[in-house]
């Protein structure tokens, strides 16, 4: 397996509805059923939808949705599902409303006639440890939860009560004006606080391309996934590099300095084997959501950092 490719298995999480591409539902569920079946559907995670939107989702995905589990290949869609800010009664609510959703799902009656689809992580917001904490007492166990917490301030707090815990913490790296892009500063100090209480994280906004570049559009630098996935997975098997050297790998602007050799991944001093990558991508540097799916792995390919999709699948 190519050694980009393993570094972005399944890490897109696919936000069509969401800036700037803010595409209506039929188009963002007709482009996930077609990411789902195409060639690369290896880098495909899951679709996230907002709980205040499941009956648009359910109208306009139902045809699409596969009917039952029993064909190989024929899985449910994984949903990732925006609920209420976790300082809000209203998150209660939504998490139960999740739970008859997914139970609906189960019914195999139900399936035989309409789609499938099945919620198995929400994302919320937080601002105080004991929101989370009281989040947390209603997310059931087959659910996984993402904090996004603000980053401009010390996270440590936040983090802390997230470690040991099936749940993670989400950053979110940009937006649509120059003000909502986060310091490499505390982008480093945030990755360096989940390492250090081994607590995953997810990212989004403003991934939109692999290395840190000028988006002219909001008028200043933004992050590429590259950056903050190597940066992630070094970190996971290096927890002694400093908050500095974390700063520099985000930074980077030129995609030469990853090398994606046929024995694993190495940027400067640092290399990663296979198993590495892998163990990084499951314990730690989770995934990141965008609002594209096919820029990504354009970006990559114009790049020559990952083959055409008839060689990844040969």
Known sequence: MHSARLLLDSILDYAGLFPPAKLDMPATVANFARYRKGPDAWMLGRLIVPVTRFPEFVASADPLLPKTADIEGD?????????????????????????????????????RIHGRAMID?????????????????????????YFEIPVDADPRGLVTVLAGLDAGAKIRMGGLTAEAHPSPEHVARFLKTCRAAEVPFKATAGLHHPCRHLASDVGCMQYGFLNMFVAGCLLWHFPDISEREIE?????????????????????????????????????AHSFGSCSFNEPLADMRALGLLPEAEEVNS
Do not use: C
């Not at 992580?121 to 939860?145: G, K, W």
């Not at 995609?255 to 590495?276: I, S």
């Open 75 to 111: 899985s449910p869609w994984p949903l990732s599902v925006i609920v209420a800010n976790a300082s809000d009664d209203q998150v209660v609510e939504d998490i139960e409303r999740i739970e008859r959703f997914n139970e609906r799902m189960e019914d195999r009656d139900f399936s």
């Open 121 to 145: 992580t929400i994302e919320t917001r937080a601002n105080d440890p004991h929101e989370i904490d009281e989040v947390l007492e209603y997310v059931p166990d087959d659910i996984f939860a």
């Open 248 to 284: 520099e790998l985000l930074v980077e602007e030129n995609h030469r300095v990853f090398e994606f050799g046929p024995n694993g991944l190495t940027w400067r001093k640092f290399t990663l084997r296979f198993d590495e990558i892998a163990t990084a991508r499951l314990r730690f």
